[in-house]
Nanobody, 116 residues
Framework: QVQLVESGGGLVQPGGSLRLSCAASGILFRLYTMGWYRQAPGKQRELVAAITNGGNTNYADSVKGRLTISRDYAKNTVYMQMNSLKPEDTAVYYC??????????WGQGTQVTVSS
């Protein structure tokens, strides 16, 4: 059974930091591209950052320079370090594992709220 379990969300003030984690099980982690998506109320889910199995990264323009995605192959875990957070970063953040159109998985989501 595939599981992607996110953690690390919470309430933070503008300018603050959080680190999200996503622990994967039931997949050959090293073969998958891993990503973080987010969905704010009333908006579509959007890609925030992704990291390939080779370590190449991609970021949404709105988060470049503030968020950093990384992965630990020994722990089957993907991380997202979030710095200089803004109120517009408030959303539910979802972990995503992708190998093909028919071989992809989602986590349950973790809430990030940026507010003073």
């Amino acid at each position: 059974q595939v599981q992607l379990v996110e953690s690390g969300g919470g309430l933070v003030q503008p300018g603050g930091s959080l680190r999200l984690s996503c622990a994967a099980s039931g997949i050959l982690f090293r073969l998958y591209t891993m990503g973080w998506y987010r969905q704010a109320p009333g908006k579509q889910r959007e890609l925030v950052a992704a990291i390939t199995n080779g370590g190449n990264t991609n970021y949404a323009d709105s988060v470049k320079g503030r968020l950093t995605i990384s992965r630990d192959y020994a722990k089957n875990t993907v991380y997202m370090q979030m710095n200089s957070l803004k109120p517009e970063d408030t959303a539910v953040y979802y972990c995503y594992a992708w190998r093909s159109t028919f071989d992809d998985y989602w986590g349950q989501g973790t809430q990030v709220t940026v507010s003073s």
